[in-house]
């Protein structure tokens, strides 16, 4: 069966995974870009990997 319908928009991939890897970034750097996203939507995920990559301990940990 052909799988050509005129509302099929699902376009396969193509290429391995440092050609998704540069899509994504791009797709990000785009959003983070874009003035109709919200700030704090922008925010959050930089926040969160600044978070992940800090050196600092923010929430010690609770001795018991």
Do not use: C, E
Not at 1 to 19: A, E, H, Q
Not at 20 to 25: E, L, N
Not at 44 to 61: N, Q
């Amino acid at each position: 069966m052909s799988n050509n319908k005129p509302g099929n928009l699902m376009v396969p991939p193509r290429g391995g995974t440092f050609s998704q890897v540069i899509g994504r970034v791009k797709l990000i750097w785009r959003l983070l870009t874009d003035s109709r996203v919200n700030l704090l939507l922008k925010v959050l995920p930089i926040a969160s990997l600044v978070y992940l990559v800090s050196p600092v301990d923010f929430m010690p940990d609770i001795a018991l």
